[in-house]
Antibody, heavy 117, light 111 residues
Framework: EVQLVESGGGLVQPGGSLRLSCAASGFTFSSYWMSWVRQAPGKGLEWVANIKQDGSAKYYVESLKGRFTISRDNAKKSLYLQINSLRAEDTAVYYC??????????WGRGTTVTVSS | QSVLTQPPSVSGAPGQRVTISCTGGSSNIGAGFDVHWYQQLPGTAPKLLIYVNNNRPSGVPDRFSASKSGTSASLAIGGLQAEDEADYYCQSYDSSLSGSVFGGGTKLTVL
């Protein structure tokens, strides 16, 4: 079964950092671009970043560049998102998803990040 | 504000047909980039509904169809069922932003 499982979310104070993880199984992880997408409470979907199969290319939504870093470990079949200098507006459910021809065909269930003092 | 514009809500009675529009611009849909659609049932993760303009993944009923023309796209849902009540999002690629963009989402209510 193709599966993505996110982890690493939680409650963090403003200015703090978090590293989100996404564990893949049931498919050849190293063959896919991967993306992070987030959804603030009661809001729509926002694409955050994506990364090429070998990690050699990374793209970010302009507004988050500098604070967010996407990475992957193909040997561990894992995707990561490092988030620094967290702000209240980063509060959201963060989803990882496989990327194929610019669309996201498999999604995880998400991990919730809450930024609050 | 989202780069792709969708109506906030649509509604229809069971059995009816509804359409959801998605309007973009010259750097995304109008530039020829494909449009994809996602369904998000309440409390769940998004699910790919339509890819590359009008292709359905395995398991998606043929009641769901989509089209694209110019700078816009639309999703049609025929034979509405109560289980179709969800949020629907369009998505494309934007060359000026060098990344994917989503519509703001449309909440479908089945009356």
């Amino acid at each position: 079964e193709v599966q993505l499982v996110e982890s690493g979310g939680g409650l963090v104070q403003p200015g703090g950092s978090l590293r989100l993880s996404c564990a893949a199984s049931g498919f050849t992880f190293s063959s896919y671009w991967m993306s992070w997408v987030r959804q603030a409470p009661g809001k729509g979907l926002e694409w955050v970043a994506n990364i090429k199969q070998d990690g050699s290319a990374k793209y970010y939504v302009e507004s988050l560049k500098g604070r967010f870093t996407i990475s992957r470990d193909n040997a561990k079949k894992s995707l990561y998102l490092q988030i620094n200098s967290l702000r209240a507006e980063d509060t959201a459910v963060y989803y990882c998803a496989t990327n194929y021809n610019y669309y996201m065909d498999v999604w995880g269930r998400g991990t919730t990040v809450t930024v609050s003092s | 504000q989202s780069v792709l514009t969708q109506p906030p809500s649509v509604s229809g009675a069971p059995g009816q047909r509804v359409t959801i529009s998605c309007t973009g611009g010259s750097s995304n849909i109008g530039a020829g980039f494909d449009v994809h659609w996602y369904q998000q049932l309440p409390g769940t993760a998004p699910k790919l509904l339509i890819y590359v303009n009008n292709n359905r993944p395995s398991g998606v009923p043929d009641r769901f169809s989509a089209s694209k023309s110019g700078t816009s796209a639309s999703l049609a849902i025929g034979g509405l069922q109560a289980e179709d009540e969800a949020d629907y999002y369009c998505q494309s690629y934007d060359s000026s932003l060098s990344g994917s963009v989503f519509g703001g989402g449309t909440k479908l209510t089945v009356l």
